[in-house]
């Protein structure tokens, strides 16, 4: 194994059906290491430090939300959960269980497959706080050699309305590091440590949860529809898939009106019809 691969973490009692996650995972270029059960599946991620786990949510020892949780308190890896009950998984998505994903028995590698990718293709945020005023996707990549970077993302922002202590503008090298962490009213997200403070109490987000605040945070004053979350976050192909959007917003909102003082607005507010948008720092 190299230092580059990829790995995943397969956690499934079903011989059958972890032999089919593994070899579509191993396809897909995965270095994958398995467990049949919560209490190995916990040990494997914590010694192999995974980019993805499937986690079946019915094990012989621990239940998968359990397992799922304590996996979350280490790992920052994509969790894609299964099950054989699509009810079962309607019941998670209203929990806060720190998957990133469902998909319900039985699958096809491929329908595997296409998940993943798109949980790949998500932008890791890496944070640039110059970037809410050319585009809302806050993604910087670094650029060939030269240390220059690239926004990724398209379209516009009405306006930069975060208050941000940026020191510098543009976005060739950097002359001194920019303040890693983007404050809005009651709110801090330090895009470095992905930590977010509301009225400084910590918050514990999920992946998929940070990736949604941080992009609406790339220009707050814009109205995000379900549309183009989804197509920022799990990338195209997903359109019928508004719901998860709503899930993850609506847990992601949960959370930090649970940190912020009784009587606080929402940080974010739902814009009839159309979809998201952060509540005016004023107004908080
Ligand atoms: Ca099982």
Redesign the pocket.
């Given at each position: 194994m190299t230092g580059t691969e990829r790995r995943a973490v397969v956690v499934?009692?079903?011989d059958d059906?972890r032999q089919l996650i593994t070899h579509s995972l191993g396809m897909q270029g995965f270095a994958v290491a398995v467990a049949s059960n919560g209490r190995e599946a916990i040990d494997l991620v914590t010694s192999t430090d995974p980019d993805l786990v499937t986690l079946?949510?019915?094990?012989?020892d621990l239940d998968g939300i359990e397992v799922c949780r304590r996996v979350r308190e280490t790992s920052q890896a994509y969790i894609i959960m299964i099950s054989?009950r699509t009810e079962e998984i309607d019941r998670l998505m209203g929990l806060e269980t720190g998957a990133d994903d469902y998909l319900t028995k039985p699958f096809s590698p491929r329908e595997l497959q296409v998940r993943v990718n798109a949980l790949l293709r998500r932008p890791r945020t890496s944070w640039d706080p110059t970037a809410g005023a050319t585009g809302p996707i806050p993604v910087v990549v670094p650029n060939g050699a030269n240390g220059t970077h690239v926004v990724a993302g398209s379209g516009t922002a009405d306006t930069n309305g975060h208050d941000v202590h940026a020191t510098h503008t543009g976005r060739g090298p950097r002359s001194g590091d920019p303040d890693p962490v983007v404050r809005h009213g009651l709110l801090a997200v330090d895009t470095e440590s992905r930590t977010v403070t509301v009225h400084d109490t910590e918050v514990e987000l999920t992946r998929t949860e940070f990736d949604l605040l941080t992009t609406m945070l790339a220009a707050p004053r814009r109205v995000w529809s379900r549309a183009v979350l989804l197509d920022t976050l799990w990338g195209a192909g997903w359109s019928s898939e508004e719901h998860l959007v709503e899930v993850h917003v609506g847990n992601l909102r949960r959370k930090l009106t649970r940190a912020a003082p009784a009587g606080t607005r929402p940080l974010i507010r739902t814009v009839r019809g159309v979809g998201y948008r952060m509540e005016e720092p004023d107004a908080q």
């Open positions: 499934e009692d079903d059906i079946d949510l019915g094990l012989p054989a």
